[in-house]
Structures are given as C-alpha cells and as structure tokens.
C-alpha cells in the first residue's frame, strides 16, 4: 500500500478538527520541504504577458521617453 493511500485509509474516520490539524501540518511540511521559486523564476514566469499590451506596444527606449516625459 503506497503512502498516499495509507494515509487516506487512516484519515476516513478522524474527526474534523483533527483533519484541520493534520491539513495545516502538511501545509507546514509543504512549506518547509519543498523550495519557494527563486525571484528568478518567478520573473520568468512573467516574460511574455505585455506582448498585447497598448502600454507597452513601444520599443523600450520609446517606453522610457514617454515614462520619463510624463514626470516632467
């Protein structure tokens, strides 16, 4: 019997607040073993989503003329 399997079969029967506990420890767990994205990542998941935008339909130096004009 895997794991996963064995923990459904043991949890059938636990009272609701125990099941709360058990799902914040394994958010605990999930928390503390298994690695956050790095901001590097987390970046490269965001290359590609202005490609429609009006905002940014410029090239980058045209952006930046604009964003620095409109302080001024």
């Known amino acids: 019997?895997?794991?996963?399997?064995?923990?459904?079969?043991?949890?059938?029967?636990?009272?609701?607040p125990l099941l709360a506990e058990l799902l914040d420890f394994t958010l605990f767990l999930k928390q503390k073993y298994i690695p956050a994205p790095t901001s590097a990542q987390f970046l490269n998941d965001l290359r590609g989503g202005l490609e429609n935008s009006v905002a940014f339909a410029d090239d980058a130096v045209t952006i930046q003329k604009k964003l620095r004009d409109e302080w001024h």
């Open 1 to 16: 019997m895997k794991t996963a399997e064995r923990i459904l079969e043991e949890t059938k029967n636990m009272p609701e």
